[in-house]
Structures are given as C-alpha cells and as structure tokens.
C-alpha cells in the first residue's frame, strides 16, 4: 500500500514539474522579443530626460484570449512621469499576450525600471539635477490590498535613456 502511494505521488509530481516546463511565455516570441518591443516601443518623454528621473513602476493588465490588453493598473511608480510612456506603449502590445489554458482573461504583472545611461563625467550640475529629482518625485503607491487573484509576475523591462 505505501508504495503504491509513494508511486502514484511519484507520477503527480512528475506530471506537474513536466507540465511546468511546458508553460509557454506569455508573449508572442518570447522573453527575449518582449524585452526588445519594449526598449523599442517606450518612448521616454521629454519630460523624463529634462527630470533626470529615474525608478521603477510597476503595472497590472489584463489580455483576453484575443491577446488584447484592458485594466492598466499602476500599482507603485517612483515617480509619476514614469507612467504615461509605459501605458502608450502596453496599449501598443494589443494582440500579441497569449493566454494559458484557454482562459478568456489573464491577469499579468510587469515590472519596469528606467533610468538614464551615465555620462563619462558627473557634473555637478547632473548630480544636482538627480538630487532636485529625487526631492520633488511623486511616487504613486497602492495603499490598500493588491488582489493578484492567478497573475504571471513577468521579467522585469529596463530602459536607459541618455542625458545631456
């Protein structure tokens, strides 16, 4: 009796580990092709560079079977600036997300880190600028419960971007 549980638990868990090894990435192309949309399609505004502002922002969505995307949420940004580009270009990822086991809505967490390529040199008016940057900042942060229900926690999306 004992090994034939010890058997049949043997079996479920190696179901489950090859199960998990065929999971595939929830966006057209993969990993490697969802990191280089996104360093192509975030355009970093203006705004941004003139800031020197830097952080991270992180982003609920949800896709449809279609691939569409709907509900952005922003659940922590450093700094508000940091939002508008990474929405434009989540809006453009529309028909490309695929959803596991035929679920019509899938929820996904994306993480985003930008900040500034560093120049030869610190200027003191560079370092001056990052200090009034980070003074100034209005981070957006979730302060009630963050429901995650069945979301995928997706590789986090780095752009740097030059300054002057």
């Known amino acids: 009796m004992k090994k034939a549980v010890f058997t049949l638990g043997l079996v479920i868990f190696t179901m489950t580990a090859m199960a998990q090894q065929h999971l595939a990435f929830p966006f057209q192309g993969g990993s490697a092709v969802l990191t280089k949309f996104f360093k192509d399609s975030l355009i970093v505004s203006p705004e941004i560079v003139k800031k020197k502002a830097v ?3 992180i982003f ?3 896709a449809d079977d279609k691939g569409n995307i709907s509900k952005i949420i ?3 940004a450093d700094d508000a600036v940091l939002v508008v580009p990474i ?4 809006r453009k990822t529309n028909r490309k997300w695929i ?3 035929r679920q019509k809505l899938h929820d996904f967490i994306l993480p985003f880190s930008i900040g500034f390529n560093a120049p030869a040199k610190a200027t003191d008016v560079n370092q001056r600028d990052l200090y009034d940057y980070t003074l100034k ?4 942060v979730a302060y009630d419960q963050v429901p995650l229900d069945e979301a995928t926690l ?3 999306i780095t752009v740097k971007y030059n300054i002057e």
């Open 55 to 57: 952080g991270t922002a």
């Open 60 to 62: 609920k969505f949800t």
């Open 74 to 76: 922003v659940y922590y």
């Open 87 to 90: 929405i434009n270009a989540l």
């Open 99 to 101: 959803i596991p086991d």
């Open 137 to 140: 900042r209005k981070p957006i």
């Open 154 to 156: 997706l590789p986090a």
